[in-house]
Structures are given as structure tokens and as C-alpha cells.
């Protein structure tokens, strides 16, 4: 399972096309807005009588500054007071749903994202807390992983420390490239020593984990340049790291319009950024653990992955996916059993429906027995690599080569190119297949068309 990712250029440039990333099966390209509050609230009493284990996501949407190449949902704003009202109408739907579990559904994990969560003051951040474990059954012994979004520029040991002592116990810091031609270009000027300073913080307060996060083709990449970022971060040993490929998609993000196309590296130099970059990681001894993520062989994902217990929501690779997923915030998405529910996306309406006492959802999908059993396959492939027919046909009660009889000569194709192996019995990824896991998985989406395919990343 853990053989070294082999490299094949023509396989790369044949099977590299744009697609989905899976977070989840169906994709929220899929949510329509046929889903509402009351679906919201029927999974979440299926959820309490069924006493299932909590995630719960916040979103902090609030920036100081833009960076050209992001594409989440954010506000750019310097009037730090934005954020008070804002976080008045998190906690109140945070009321609202807890309304709806049990005091006795512990929150595994909780992770803040954004924007910049760390945009918040500290007063605002212990508020925050404090009114989530009024509502939530949030663990206080340090046993969850409870993990934030660190901007470096936007925190200093104070906030390190505040943020242990309100229970964190993991971070993620975005990076992104550490060249400062590249970081004009995007508008992310953060230095070496910045992000160090907040590493050596994480540590020195014990948080568990610590998660990097680069960009590979952004402009101005050079393989040699991005080289010298990854020398400097693997010196900085983080348990994991993403190394996220730039979608340039200025006709759907605004910010990109501000980054000149002509700058954008080659194909082939993006491609051998990340050859290069993948080959420094694991000759630093990081373990490929797919879709971008890289970790360490004694991190949780490395350990879930070995014994099969590694899953994947919108939170990426995860060791809770057994877990409800309660998503606070503007566009927050929440995944409760086979419910998938979308908060409003605008800031105004999701602050509006809960001045009015009612939840923001706005958009989601219910997912049907094909919906669920392409979920299953999706996860193993996108997960370990394999997938044993007899596990779906047992689960699902359906013969599985009749069942996918439509995608198996494309299947066998994948297989006379040397992606997979495949037999009767199942299909097992091979080295030259995982960087393009996600190709493989697409021939199992049905909603998959030439159309909506224009709104997502390529593979590489």
C-alpha cells in the first residue's frame, strides 16, 4: 500500500484532466436548494437518536488582507469590529442546533477555518469558546483534536498560548511559497522567520500537530525557487503538509483577476515542481497519503491509513469521519448521516436568517442507495488505494461488476496503462496510479459531465 509513488509523464498528461477532490460524494456542485432548515433538523434528531459523535466546523470569514490566489469564502475587511456581530449570530445558530442533540454527543473534533480565525481578538476568540462549550459537549481533557488556521502574520505566542489554554491542540499555517518575488505577485508577504516563530510556539506549548500549507503554480514558480521553499519548511519538520495545486480560475474568483496569467509557470515547469517537491518529501522521509497531503509515519492520518480506518469530509483527510459534521458560519457545509446542508454563501443572509431566529441553510442533498454506495467506493479508492468488490457487494447487496458494467472498459484501460490492477476481485491502485487517484474515482461519479467539470481543479 505504501510503495513510493512512481512518476510517468505521458500517464500524467493523458489522465491530468479537471475534477472533483472528493471532500464529498456527491460533490456540493450537486446542492440545490430543495434542501431547507427543516431538512437540517431532521438529521440533526436522527443524528441525537442515533447518539452519534460530533465534528463541528466554525467559519471565521474576516481577512486584514487579500491574497490573490485564494479562493474561500472570505471578507476583506481593516474594521476588526465587523467581527462582533458576525460572531453574535454564530453562537445564536450554534444555539439553535444544539437544541436539536444530545448533551451526551461528544465533539471529537473541532476545527476553526476561514478567511483568518486568528483575525478575531482575544477577547472574541474566549467568548467564542466558551459559548461552544455551553452548547457543545466539547472534550476537556485534550483528547479531541481540536485544531485552527493560523495566518503568522496575525499571531504572536500570546495568541498561541490563549489559544492552548482554550483547549487547541493542533494548527495549521498557511504558507504557500516562501520566495518574495512569488509573494508580491500574490500579495502574501510572510516571512521565514514569522512562521518559525509560530512553530516554535506550537511546540514549546505542546500543541499535538502542525500542518503546513503550500501552493505549487503560482506565478513566478520556478522548480528551483519552490525548491528552496521546500528545503526551508522541511527544516521546519511539520507532522503533515499540503502541497495544493493553484487552480487559476479568474472568471470565478475575483482576486485572481489581479494575478497576470503570464506569470503562471508552464505546464512543464508546474509539473516539475511537483515531481521535484515530491521527491525532496520523501527523501525527508514524508509519506504520500494522497490528494496533495503528505505526513510523517508516526502522524494519526499515516497510522489511519495503514490499519484502514482513514476516511475523508470536507474537513480533508480525517480520522473522525464516523463523526456528524456540524458546520457554523457563512457557507458552512454540514454532512449529518446521508444529509448534506449548505449555510447562505452571502454574509448579509446568513446574518439576516438568524436575527430572525431561524438557521441559514439555504442549499444541500439527500443522498439516495447509489448516492451512498459510489460514497463507499469513492472513499476506499480515494483513501487506500484499493477496493475489494465483495466489501461493496456484501454492504450494498448488488453484484459489482454488473453493477459498474458501463465503466469497465475505461476501468480496464486505467489497468493496461499500468494505473491499477484489476481483477474479479477488486482493484488495487498502483504507484504510477495515486498521484491520479481522482481520475480514477470520476469514472465512478454519475453526475460527472464536460459541463460542471469546467469548475474544478485539474488532478495536477
Given at each position: 500500500m505504501f510503495d513510493s509513488i512512481e512518476w510517468d509523464s505521458q500517464l500524467i498528461r493523458r489522465y491530468d484532466q479537471a475534477g472533483p477532490r472528493y471532500t464529498s460524494y456527491p460533490t456540493a456542485v450537486q446542492f440545490h436548494e430543495g434542501i431547507g432548515q427543516l431538512d437540517l433538523l431532521r438529521a440533526l434528531h436522527g443524528s441525537r437518536d442515533a447518539q452519534r459523535p460530533l465534528s463541528l466546523y466554525v467559519h471565521i470569514p474576516f481577512c486584514a488582507h487579500i491574497c490573490y490566489y485564494c479562493a474561500c469564502n472570505k471578507v476583506i475587511t481593516k474594521d476588526r469590529g465587523r467581527a462582533q456581530m458576525y460572531l453574535d449570530k454564530v453562537i445564536r445558530e450554534a444555539e439553535l442546533i444544539s437544541r436539536h442533540l444530545s448533551p451526551g454527543q461528544v465533539v471529537e473534533q473541532l476545527h476553526f477555518g476561514?478567511?483568518?480565525?486568528?483575525?478575531?481578538?482575544?477577547?472574541?476568540?474566549?467568548?467564542?469558546?466558551?459559548?461552544?462549550?455551553?452548547?457543545?459537549?466539547?472534550?476537556?481533557?485534550?483528547?479531541?483534536?481540536?485544531?485552527?488556521?493560523?495566518?503568522?502574520?496575525?499571531?504572536?505566542?500570546?495568541?498561541?498560548?490563549?489559544?492552548?489554554?482554550?483547549?487547541?491542540?493542533?494548527?495549521?499555517?498557511?504558507?504557500?511559497?516562501?520566495?518574495?518575488?512569488?509573494?508580491r505577485a500574490v500579495n502574501r508577504l510572510q516571512s521565514l522567520e514569522e512562521t518559525r516563530a509560530i512553530i516554535e510556539a506550537a511546540?514549546?506549548?505542546?500543541?499535538?500537530?502542525?500542518?503546513?500549507?503550500l501552493i505549487y503554480g503560482l506565478p513566478l514558480q520556478t522548480p528551483e525557487r519552490f525548491a528552496r521553499t521546500l528545503n526551508e519548511v522541511i527544516a521546519l519538520q511539520p507532522n503533515r503538509l499540503s502541497l495544493f495545486n493553484y487552480a487559476h480560475l479568474p472568471e470565478r474568483f475575483m482576486p485572481q483577476r489581479r494575478i497576470n496569467s503570464a506569470d503562471l509557470p508552464s505546464p512543464a515547469d508546474k509539473l516539475s515542481i511537483l515531481h521535484n517537491s515530491i521527491e525532496q518529501l520523501s527523501a525527508a522521509g514524508y509519506r504520500y497519503i494522497g490528494m496533495d497531503h503528505f505526513a510523517l509515519p508516526d502522524d494519526e492520518l499515516a497510522s489511519a491509513q495503514e490499519d484502514g480506518t482513514l476516511q475523508r469530509n470536507f474537513q480533508g483527510y480525517t480520522t473522525h469521519g464516523h463523526c456528524d459534521l456540524i458546520g457554523l458560519g457563512v457557507s458552512s457545509i454540514s454532512q449529518i448521516g446521508d444529509v448534506y446542508c449548505q449555510n447562505?454563501?452571502?454574509?448579509?443572509?446568513?446574518?439576516?436568517?438568524?436575527?430572525?431566529?431561524?438557521?441559514?441553510?439555504?442549499?444541500?442533498?439527500?443522498?439516495?442507495a447509489d448516492d451512498r454506495l459510489r460514497r463507499a467506493v469513492i472513499q476506499q479508492l480515494i483513501c487506500h488505494f484499493n477496493l475489494h468488490f465483495a466489501d461493496i457487494e456484501q454492504a450494498f447487496g448488488v453484484d459489482f461488476l454488473a453493477y459498474f458494467a458501463d465503466i469497465w472498459e475505461p476501468l480496464q484501460q486505467m489497468a493496461k496503462d499500468g494505473l491499477i490492477e484489476l481483477n474479479d476481485a477488486g482493484i488495487q491502485v498502483q504507484p504510477a496510479g495515486r498521484l491520479l487517484v481522482r481520475s480514477l474515482c470520476m469514472l465512478f461519479d454519475r453526475y460527472l459531465s464536460s459541463v460542471n467539470q469546467q469548475r474544478f481543479s485539474r488532478v495536477i
Amino acid at each position: 500500500m505504501f510503495d513510493s509513488i512512481e512518476w510517468d509523464s505521458q500517464l500524467i498528461r493523458r489522465y491530468d484532466q479537471a475534477g472533483p477532490r472528493y471532500t464529498s460524494y456527491p460533490t456540493a456542485v450537486q446542492f440545490h436548494e430543495g434542501i431547507g432548515q427543516l431538512d437540517l433538523l431532521r438529521a440533526l434528531h436522527g443524528s441525537r437518536d442515533a447518539q452519534r459523535p460530533l465534528s463541528l466546523y466554525v467559519h471565521i470569514p474576516f481577512c486584514a488582507h487579500i491574497c490573490y490566489y485564494c479562493a474561500c469564502n472570505k471578507v476583506i475587511t481593516k474594521d476588526r469590529g465587523r467581527a462582533q456581530m458576525y460572531l453574535d449570530k454564530v453562537i445564536r445558530e450554534a444555539e439553535l442546533i444544539s437544541r436539536h442533540l444530545s448533551p451526551g454527543q461528544v465533539v471529537e473534533q473541532l476545527h476553526f477555518g476561514g478567511g483568518t480565525p486568528t483575525f478575531l481578538s482575544h477577547d472574541e476568540l474566549r467568548h467564542l469558546m466558551t459559548q461552544l462549550r455551553k452548547h457543545f459537549n466539547l472534550l476537556d481533557d485534550d483528547s479531541g483534536d481540536y485544531s485552527i488556521e493560523i495566518d503568522p502574520r496575525e499571531a504572536d505566542w500570546s495568541t498561541m498560548g490563549l489559544l492552548r489554554e482554550l483547549g487547541f491542540n493542533r494548527v495549521s499555517l498557511g504558507l504557500q511559497d516562501l520566495d518574495p518575488a512569488v509573494q508580491r505577485a500574490v500579495n502574501r508577504l510572510q516571512s521565514l522567520e514569522e512562521t518559525r516563530a509560530i512553530i516554535e510556539a506550537a511546540r514549546t506549548l505542546q500543541f499535538r500537530s502542525i500542518n503546513i500549507d503550500l501552493i505549487y503554480g503560482l506565478p513566478l514558480q520556478t522548480p528551483e525557487r519552490f525548491a528552496r521553499t521546500l528545503n526551508e519548511v522541511i527544516a521546519l519538520q511539520p507532522n503533515r503538509l499540503s502541497l495544493f495545486n493553484y487552480a487559476h480560475l479568474p472568471e470565478r474568483f475575483m482576486p485572481q483577476r489581479r494575478i497576470n496569467s503570464a506569470d503562471l509557470p508552464s505546464p512543464a515547469d508546474k509539473l516539475s515542481i511537483l515531481h521535484n517537491s515530491i521527491e525532496q518529501l520523501s527523501a525527508a522521509g514524508y509519506r504520500y497519503i494522497g490528494m496533495d497531503h503528505f505526513a510523517l509515519p508516526d502522524d494519526e492520518l499515516a497510522s489511519a491509513q495503514e490499519d484502514g480506518t482513514l476516511q475523508r469530509n470536507f474537513q480533508g483527510y480525517t480520522t473522525h469521519g464516523h463523526c456528524d459534521l456540524i458546520g457554523l458560519g457563512v457557507s458552512s457545509i454540514s454532512q449529518i448521516g446521508d444529509v448534506y446542508c449548505q449555510n447562505d454563501s452571502d454574509l448579509a443572509g446568513y446574518q439576516n436568517s438568524l436575527s430572525d431566529q431561524q438557521l441559514a441553510t439555504r442549499r444541500g442533498l439527500k443522498c439516495d442507495a447509489d448516492d451512498r454506495l459510489r460514497r463507499a467506493v469513492i472513499q476506499q479508492l480515494i483513501c487506500h488505494f484499493n477496493l475489494h468488490f465483495a466489501d461493496i457487494e456484501q454492504a450494498f447487496g448488488v453484484d459489482f461488476l454488473a453493477y459498474f458494467a458501463d465503466i469497465w472498459e475505461p476501468l480496464q484501460q486505467m489497468a493496461k496503462d499500468g494505473l491499477i490492477e484489476l481483477n474479479d476481485a477488486g482493484i488495487q491502485v498502483q504507484p504510477a496510479g495515486r498521484l491520479l487517484v481522482r481520475s480514477l474515482c470520476m469514472l465512478f461519479d454519475r453526475y460527472l459531465s464536460s459541463v460542471n467539470q469546467q469548475r474544478f481543479s485539474r488532478v495536477i
